[in-house]
């Protein structure tokens, strides 16, 4: 009757997501408490939902001031001088033009937002592919490589997986450094590739024309809040920030709530306009703050009440034992196409809770499970994924069609998966 009510629960979920019927943060609340209440789990649910949100609450609270510390020390231009050497150093070289651009996203994708990646990185370099002639879909391939790749531990679907299956963060992402280190080589490997084939068919192999130049330009509204003179002091402050949060010996949470301190009093020591960067983010700080203790409410019913345990005794009768230790290994392969048919809520909150509950009972540890997931799903699918806003937003800035732009990126954002998962096997990370 559990495993029932929760398989049940699990496809009205997805049903009401992915149709849109239901925003994910009301579909994570109410449908799991109606199920409860329809499972006879009365005032229980209560009892449940809270050991859901206490258990995301440390998830949530870094991921809100990971948001509001990248954001406070973009505004203030810690980025600014990277952005304008990167864009001199690249010249008009389309050998150097190309992996710029790979090199400028992941450096904009530090937030964990694929929106401000693209916001920023295409406006930079569209024109000077324009000037050129370089294909517009290149430029939209790899700022999407280079923010897929870079599943860093505060991004969005890192953060899912930690709280779907209630491991802490810095466990499932320091076994996957060296892997995303082979996923940047690959990044940049075919970045050059692409732009050398760009290079031959423009004939530009010596360049443009002499007084070439592109420079990035600012807003009037940008100019004003920048601290240019706080450069280096918010580029210590952010090293400092991540290599205590990395090396896990502060908790992340901690690490950003005290970042964001530091930064506002360094680069807005005025209350109004610490005020004015705190709204300014305090949005996307919000809507994803929400979602996580929803997606409590929903993994806290499904794990208290059994329904999750007994979905998964129920899928091991179907699964051969045998083949329990591919589980990771396939998973891998499949999440970056994955992202196609799932987005990342509806996924990290509703399958992969169960897919790791049959691991765990066929021997296999839920967190090679959730680094499995991590190689893809929304991460290098995220860019050509029609359930992200942000896959409708590279190719707008960009200036190409939809469908082209999944067309050619899809197979680079797959390579990138499989090259990923391959070296998870290698290293050990899981076997095959």
Known sequence: MLALLGFITIVVLLAA????KMSPLVALIAIPIIAALVGGFGMETSKFIVAGITGIAPVAGMFVFA?????IVTDAGMLDPVISG????????PTRIVPGTALLALLIHLDGSGAVTFLVTIPAMLPLYTRLGIDKRILACVASLAAGVNFLPWTGPMIRASAALHIPVSEIFMPLIPVQIVGLVFV?????????????????????????????????????IRKPRNFWVNIVLTVFVLGTMISGKIDPVVMFMVGVVLALMINYPNVDMQRARID??????????GILFAAGVFTGIMSKSGMLTAMAKTAVAFVPPEMASHIPFALGLLSMP???????????????????????ILGVQPIQVAQAALLGQMTTG??????????????????????????YTFKYLF??????????????????
Request: glycine share 8%; proline share 5%.
């Open 17 to 20: 997501i992915l149709t849109k």
């Open 382 to 407: 995220f860019p050509v994924s029609p359930l992200t806003p942000a896959t409708f937003l590279v190719a707008g800035l960009a200036g190409i069609d939809l469908a082209d732009h999944q067309k």
């Open 280 to 289: 300014a983010h305090a949005k996307a700080a919000l809507l994803m703050a």
């Open 338 to 360: 994955l992202s196609l048919l799932f987005d990342p809520d509806s996924f990290y909150f509703g399958v992969l809770p169960v897919v790791a509950e049959v691991s765990k």
């Open 415 to 432: 390579g990138a998966s499989v090259v990923m998962t391959i070296a998870c096997v290698l290293l050990g990370i899981f076997p095959i």
């Open 188 to 224: 940049f490997t075919v970045s050059y590739l692409l732009g050398r084939k760009e290079e031959v068919r423009l004939g530009l192999t010596k360049g443009a024309p002499a007084g070439f130049s592109h420079s990035h330009e600012l807003s009037e509204e940008q100019k004003a």
């Open 86 to 93: 990167i864009l001199r150093v690249v010249g008009s070289r």
């Open 67 to 71: 948001i509001l510390f990248f954001g």
